[in-house]
């Protein structure tokens, strides 16, 4: 069974400060990881996506890494900003590719002015 | 621009209640789905559906059902709402296959008396 794991479960960072997000997951036989970012009492907005076949996907400031074989991804966020404040989450598909998404419980970024 | 839209962003209804949760998807998407998130539980999957009159039960769907008569129609029913299913619902919906990121909708808050 596909247990995704979210450390730290909160996290609180000055502006400025460079940060690493941490996704642990129990199945490695993954078809793809997705990062997520969830403002309070909204829904989820897609961050990225990363392919099995991928090693990293980036996006402005954005870097996500994927070690299948480790059953390991890492969100890095540069330079924060108070903006980035949220709760990210990380999740991969069930089973096979068409599979639902299981989620982690995500951690919630606080970047302080 | 890809849009997932859900029927209320709050909603307060009573116990013993039939509630209706309405989300409808312009993307043209395969598969549909409905969570439920509450703290320190993260995203529970309650049903989801591969296509149009299709529905597969998720990890939590005691006290549930759906209806897809429509491909861009996701609804999800409490047939006799009850407390413990106050919470945050989520709808999302993603196209067939392993390869694409996963849309949400804006979510409901419901809340249960």
Known sequence: ??????????????????????????????????????????????????????????????????????????????????????TYLCAVPKMGGNTPLV????????VIA | DVKVTQSSRYLVKRTGEKVFLECVQDMDHENMFWYRQDPGLGLRL??????VKMKE????????????????????????ASTNQTSMYLCASRPAGSTDTQYFGPGTRLTVL
Do not use: M
């Open chain 1, 1 to 86: 069974k596909q247990e995704v794991t979210q450390i730290p479960a909160a996290l609180s960072v000055p502006e400025g400060e460079n940060l690493v997000l941490n996704c642990s997951f129990t199945d490695s036989a993954i078809y793809n990881l997705q990062w997520f970012r969830q403002d309070p009492g909204k829904g989820l907005t897609s961050l990225l996506l990363i392919q099995s076949s991928q090693r990293e996907q980036t996006s402005g400031r954005l870097n996500a890494s994927l070690d299948k074989s480790s059953g390991r991804s890492t969100l890095y966020i540069a330079a924060s900003q108070p903006g980035d404040s949220a």
């Open chain 1, 103 to 110: 989620f982690g419980k995500g951690t919630r970024l606080s």
């Open chain 2, 46 to 51: 309650i049903y989801f559906s591969y296509d």
């Open chain 2, 57 to 80: 039960k998720g990890d939590i769907p005691e006290g549930y059902s759906v209806s897809r008569e429509k491909k861009e129609r996701f609804s999800l029913i409490l047939e006799s």
